[in-house]
């Protein structure tokens, strides 16, 4: 059974950081596209990064492109999403989810899904 628990999120200010974290089971970690979204009130979900995991690919939506990295160990089965020079736009309920057996990225293929976790980002 896939099980994606997604942690690191809180509070932080304007310019700080925040690495978040997806612990992924019940599935071979490699091969798959992982993915981070994000949903802040009274706006759709977006995806913000993913990432293809054992070769390391990785997209990125522009808005947080050059700001936050997405990276994985492959060895603890764990998704990581560093995020950088936060701005209060990224404020939302972010959330882990995989594409099992992707081929491309694709924001709208993912079907397994961890709880979110929020970040606030407010002076």
């Known amino acids: 059974q896939v099980h994606l628990v997604a942690s690191g999120g809180g509070s932080v200010q304007p310019g700080g950081s925040q690495r978040l974290s997806c612990a992924a089971s019940?599935?071979?970690?490699?091969?798959?596209?992982m993915g981070w979204f994000r949903q802040a009130p009274g706006k759709e979900r977006e995806g913000v990064a993913a990432?293809?995991?054992?070769?390391?690919?990785?997209n990125y939506a522009g808005s947080v492109k050059g700001r936050f990295t997405i990276s994985e160990d492959n060895a603890n089965h764990t998704v990581y999403l560093q995020m950088n020079s936060l701005k209060p736009e990224d404020a939302a309920m972010y959330y882990c989810a995989a594409d099992l057996g992707c081929r491309v990225f694709s924001w709208n293929k993912y079907n397994y899904w961890g709880q979110g976790t929020q970040v606030t980002v407010s002076s």
């Open positions: 019940g599935y071979t970690f490699s091969g798959n596209c």
């Open positions: 990432i293809y995991t054992g070769a390391g690919s990785t």
